[in-house]
T-cell receptor, first 114, second 114 residues
Framework: GEEVAQTPKHLVRGEGQKAKLYCAPIKGHSYVFWYQQVLKNEFKFLISFQNENVFDETGMPKERFSAKCLPNSPCSLEIQATKLEDSAVYFC????????????FGEGSRLTVL | GESVGLHLPTLSVQEGDNSIINCAYSNSASDYFIWYKQESGKGPQFIIDIRSNMDKRQGQRVTVLLNKTVKHLSLQIAATQPGDSAVYFCAENAGGTSYGKLTFGQGTILTVHP
């Protein structure tokens, strides 16, 4: 597609439950990024992919967070055993090249952990 | 509420005025900088970028200035319009092999009054 599509737009989970978010990058874009935005301000890089391969996962809290980009499927970000501090908007972005910071962001998925 | 304790810098201008949004960065090794615009409920949108071998770059109605000596970045918007109202973020390349791995600064809220 011409836009990065993220689902669901809103997700509410009780503490300890699992949350799974999805992202369809722009067709033809090889790079996918996940960012976390807390309190409408701070963005935190989580992970990036080059096609189905993890490119950089230095931002991932590895204990509970995992992500995949499988061929012919939307990319996913999964949080096991959610905590209150996981409440945030999770943005997926894609780009065609690695030598640019021009990322195309989706509209985000708002996760609320109660 | 969500905004408790959150105080972003704000800039209020009249339609038609020029706007200048400032950003200080901390990593002297950063070699790539970007400005993003985020409208309410949406993902960040790329505005303009600049590499560290330049000190000025112009786009359509926007100019980015880079002062590496004092680690300062600014975004100038000419003839500001109500549609420019948004939160503006500067970002720098956070290292690694991908320019898409970004460290975002604190946002600035721009409000344009008709």
């Amino acid at each position: 597609g011409e836009e990065v599509a993220q689902t669901p737009k809103h997700l509410v989970r009780g503490e300890g439950q699992k949350a799974k978010l999805y992202c369809a990058p722009i067709k033809g874009h090889s790079y996918v990024f996940w960012y976390q935005q807390v309190l409408k301000n701070e963005f935190k890089f989580l992970i990036s992919f080059q096609n189905e391969n993890v490119f950089d996962e230095t931002g991932m809290p590895k204990e509970r967070f995992s992500a995949k980009c499988l061929p012919n499927s939307p990319c996913s970000l999964e949080i096991q055993a959610t905590k209150l501090e996981d409440s945030a908007v999770y943005f997926c972005a894609s780009s065609q090249f690695t030598n640019t910071g021009e990322l195309f962001f989706g509209e985000g998925s708002r996760l609320t952990v109660l | 509420g969500e905004s408790v304790g959150l105080h972003l810098p704000t800039l209020s201008v009249q339609e038609g005025d020029n706007s200048i949004i400032n950003c200080a960065y901390s990593n002297s090794a950063s070699d790539y900088f970007i400005w993003y615009k985020q409208e309410s409920g949406k993902g960040p949108q790329f505005i303009i970028d600049i590499r560290s071998n330049m000190d000025k770059r112009q786009g359509q109605r926007v100019t980015v200035l880079l002062n590496k000596t004092v680690k300062h970045l600014s975004l100038q918007i000419a003839a500001t319009q109500p549609g420019d109202s948004a939160v503006y973020f500067c970002a720098e390349n956070a290292g690694g092999t991908s320019y898409g791995k970004l460290t975002f600064g604190q946002g600035t809220i721009l409000t344009v009054h008709p």
